[in-house]
């Protein structure tokens, strides 16, 4: 018995550490699994832009190139736009959705506003959003969205844009203020450049239009009444900045934009954002959210680094205005 109890135990050491050797080795192979996934791992990045002009253009460009560059070709774009049509900006989340993208990049307001109702799991980060409380209906905002949502803003100071047109048309009276009265951040800047500019002695009105089809007959009715058109970050202002421009010029009506992109077409003159900087800020955001893990829902708005004023040489010498010399000109090539 006892000899046998010895080979027992024998036997049982055996299998025990033969047992070990084999866990271990699996663990091994797994850590190793896991390590090799870890490296080739990708990341899929929806984006939906609302819209193609210039300046949202820039921010895709810029948030594309600071993912690529901190994650290589560990990050996969899925890039779609809506061309201007809100009721396509659903379809392309629920596209994401079911694709089931690791973020979604939300690329103007409408955009946000689509991504925020499609999901409530998937990071979303915006950007080209002039207000997220406005955009989100968010009462009490402190600068964090809170959830799944964060991103970047563009709105450069509007008191600073009233400033920019005192200096540069102080003997101007009537100021009319043109934008998309579908478009809620649009309508927050109308409201408060219209307070800024009635402090500073000028009668504002504002024409607001619905989408594209409106452009025209609102802005021939501006131009009549007005003698300077001030146009916010607008999107739907800003796919149709050379409309606007073919009816402000020829009437000898100058226009002061809110953003570099418009200016460059029908604009005098901008206290403006680069949206390359801005996009590039927001896909650091993404790097940080994908590789890093941070947390999006205690991640504040960013805001552009800084703000430049800005001139269209061609439009000012065509319209006989002098611009000081702390303007910075337009690059009219479209470089980012």
Known sequence: MKRKNGMFHRRMFCTAVTGAAMLSGMMVVCAGAAEEKAETDTY???????????????????????????????????????QGDSHTCPIIMNGFIAKEVDLILANATPALQSAVTATSEIPILGTSVTNYAVALSQEDFDGVVGGNVSGTSDLAPLDGQADMIQELFPDCKMIGLLYCSAEPNSQYQIDVMTQELETRGYVCTAYGFLDSNDVSSVVNKAVIESDLIYVPTDNTAAANAELIANICSPAGVPVVTGDEGCCRTCGVATLAISYYELGYVTGEMAADILENGADISTMPIQYAPKFTKEYNKAVCESLGIEIPSDYTELKMSGEF
């Open 44 to 82: 899929t990045v929806g984006i939906c832009q609302y819209v193609q002009h210039e300046a949202l253009d820039a921010a895709t460009e810029g948030f594309k190139t600071a993912l690529q560059e901190r994650l290589g070709e560990k990050v996969i774009f899925d890039e779609q736009n809506a």
